[in-house]
């Protein structure tokens, strides 16, 4: 029986309670895009996500920002995948086949999701260096491409995701696509509010000492419970909190706990999981 184009209210709510437990976690770019990587496959059967943000779309002279890798395959080897970053990084996307195709087919667009035999027929993915020296080694093929338009420091920047099923699998169906596209066209307005873009710093950068004071000042805690909190002098504490006012940029406690409070973020803390 085909399956319907048409997203159903289950599907809405899956989307929707996802995009909410990547807000709770949304204070740290790392925790939530693994999160929402996590669950997207899970709402479209997907086996790997390549995630990130990218710029120069409307130029043409495309250049990433952080990218982030989710697998179903915890032993996966991924010397593959940080072999394509290295070849990014040294000389461009020369190398590629499909992201360029994809720019050259949608350049200037805000909002495009499409799939990988839309852009080019098979004869030339399966010979393509990419493909073989990549996502086969990957064990994955069956792509759907998709980017949409996000807030952002610099200018031209996108919210990018290659999703992908194993090697053999059903290919993506009209259906996947549209659930992708609206999951893009929800995700990317929160980029930068809701959701820290990977041009914010994050906390789970940070010392576990120093992580475990930022916790304990955003629940209120003052130096004197801090320390006796976490078993160290309030000379130590002061050292922290100068450190965490150096690494976000702010100037006092209240501008500290501001940042919280005006983006919504959750309490969940995950990236402070001893305290």
């Not at 991924?78 to 360029?100: A, K, N």
Request: with cysteine; net charge neutral.
């Amino acid at each position: 029986m085909k399956k319907s184009k048409r997203i159903r209210l289950k599907d809405l709510r899956a989307i929707y309670q996802l995009l909410g437990e990547c807000r709770e976690m949304g204070d740290d770019h790392t925790l939530w895009k693994a999160h929402w990587a996590k669950g997207v496959a899970k709402l479209v059967d997907a086996d790997m996500i390549m995630s990130g943000g990218l710029t120069g779309w409307r130029t043409g002279r495309l250049e990433r920002m952080e990218d982030s890798f989710w697998s179903s395959n915890p032993n996966l080897d991924l010397t593959p995948w940080f072999r394509s970053l290295e070849l990014w990084d040294e000389g461009g996307i020369d190398y590629q086949v499909l992201l360029p195709t994809f720019a050259e087919s949608f350049q200037g667009q805000p909002s495009i999701t499409t799939e990988r035999q839309r852009l080019m027929d098979d004869k030339t993915w399966y010979r393509s260096f990419e493909f073989q020296e990549i996502h086969r080694q990957l064990e994955v093929d069956n792509i759907l491409v998709t980017i949409q338009e996000m807030q952002s420091q610099t200018n031209d920047a996108y919210h990018t995701a290659l999703i992908a099923r194993q090697i053999g699998k059903q290919k993506y169906g009209a259906f996947e696509l549209n659930l992708i596209q609206l999951i893009q066209e929800e995700t990317a307005p929160l980029i930068g509010g809701a959701l820290a873009s990977v041009e914010e710093p994050k906390p789970s950068d940070l010392p576990p000492r120093v992580r475990q004071v930022l916790q304990c000042i955003l629940e209120g805690d003052g130096d004197k419970q801090i320390a006796a909190r976490l078993e160290i002098s309030p000379h130590t504490v002061k050292q922290y909190v100068k450190t965490l006012f150096r690494f976000f940029q702010v100037n006092s406690r209240n501008e500290l706990m501001a940042r919280w409070i005006k983006r919504g973020w959750g309490r969940s803390f995950q990236w402070n999981q001893n305290l």
